[in-house]
């Protein structure tokens, strides 16, 4: 079965620090993976998406990276900051597969002043 | 450049109703994703639409149904509803060209809408 795994479930770590977050999916053959960030509430805001040819993006503080074989992506947050709290959820389209999104159960980070 | 837009944002029902929920894609948008996320079961694939076509559907019943209009404007119908249908319904649109999948397409999704169901 295609699945997609977040761990930990929940995270709180101080301001400032620096935190990766973990994503990891059954199958290699995936067209691309997608992170988001969730506010309570609210809809799924886009953060970085991977290309399968790709093996990272940046944008701004974040960085993300993909590695195909070993079935793993981490989402990386440089100088966390308060306004970072919220759920990240992790999202593949695997190859093969209807083009849909398939997702993790997100990470809920909280960042503590 | 304005968002994925939905309405309404809240809607309480009753069990046997039937709701009606609205989608507004980003201009230029063709591709419209529908998402069930509940507590227990996370986010989960509805149905996707392109040029007023059904072109994927995930595992829900036949109670959930859907449209895509010319102006890529799209709907969800959920009839006879149960308790279990509450849940935050969020719709996703996407850029593709005619004749290729959601594969490879940044989606981008709206605010949601959270249905209640008594």
């Known amino acids: 079965k295609q699945e997609v795994t977040q761990i930990p479930a929940a995270l709180s770590v101080p301001e400032g620090e620096n935190l990766v977050l973990n994503c990891s999916f059954t199958?290699?053959?995936?067209?691309?993976l997608q992170w988001f960030r969730q506010d309570p509430g609210k809809g799924l805001t886009s953060l970085l998406l991977?290309?399968?040819?790709?093996r990272e993006q940046t944008s701004g503080r974040l960085n993300a990276s993909l590695d195909k074989s070993s079935g793993r992506s981490t989402l990386y947050i440089a100088a966390s900051q308060p306004g970072d709290s919220a759920t990240y959820l992790c999202?593949?389209?695997?190859?093969?597969?209807?083009?849909?999104?398939?997702f993790g159960k997100g990470t809920k980070l909280s960042v503590k002043p | 450049k304005a968002g994925v837009t939905q309405t309404p944002r809240y809607l309480i029902k009753t069990r046997g109703q039937q709701v009606t929920l609205s989608c507004s894609p980003i201009?230029?948008?063709?591709?419209v994703s529908w998402y069930q996320q509940t507590p227990g079961q996370g986010l989960q694939f509805l149905f996707e639409?392109?040029?007023?076509?059904?072109?994927n559907k995930g595992n829900f019943p036949g109670r959930f149904s859907g449209r895509q209009f010319s102006n890529s404007r799209s709907e969800m119908n959920v009839s006879t509803l149960e308790l279990g249908d509450s849940a935050l319904y969020l719709c996703?649109?996407?850029?593709?060209?005619?004749?290729?999948?959601?594969?490879?397409?940044?989606?981008?999704f709206g605010p949601g809408t959270r249905l209640t169901v008594l």
């Open positions: 201009s230029g948008h063709r591709s």
């Open positions: 991977i290309q399968s040819s790709q």
């Open positions: 999202a593949v389209v695997y190859g093969g597969s209807q083009g849909n999104l398939i």
């Open positions: 996703a649109s996407a850029r593709l060209r005619q004749g290729k999948g959601l594969a490879g397409g940044e989606q981008f």
């Open positions: 639409y392109f040029s007023e076509t059904q072109r």
């Open positions: 199958d290699s053959a995936i067209y691309n």
